[in-house]
């Protein structure tokens, strides 16, 4: 479970030697085993990134499957 993992960082930039240009840390996880970390997605001609820290006591199968996503087991 990801409460046992601990604080997790996201950290976002031009590269691996560059200053970050976005940062954020999810440390409120306690059950889940499937965790959206953040969301990736463009708004008109620029990219965002967005920490979401959601959650899921189910599996990434389960996940996937809620976004429309053909699984097979």
Request: no cysteine; charged share 20%; hydrophobic share 40%.
């Amino acid at each position: 479970a990801f409460g046992d993992v601990g604080a997790l960082h996201i950290v976002s930039g031009p590269g691996t030697s560059a200053a970050a240009l976005a940062q954020a840390t999810l440390d409120a996880a306690t059950t889940e085993r499937t965790m959206l970390l953040a969301e990736i997605y463009r708004r008109g001609e620029s990219w965002r990134l967005r920490a979401v820290g959601q959650g899921y006591d189910h599996g990434l199968d389960a996940l996937a499957r809620s976004y429309g996503v053909d699984v097979t087991d």
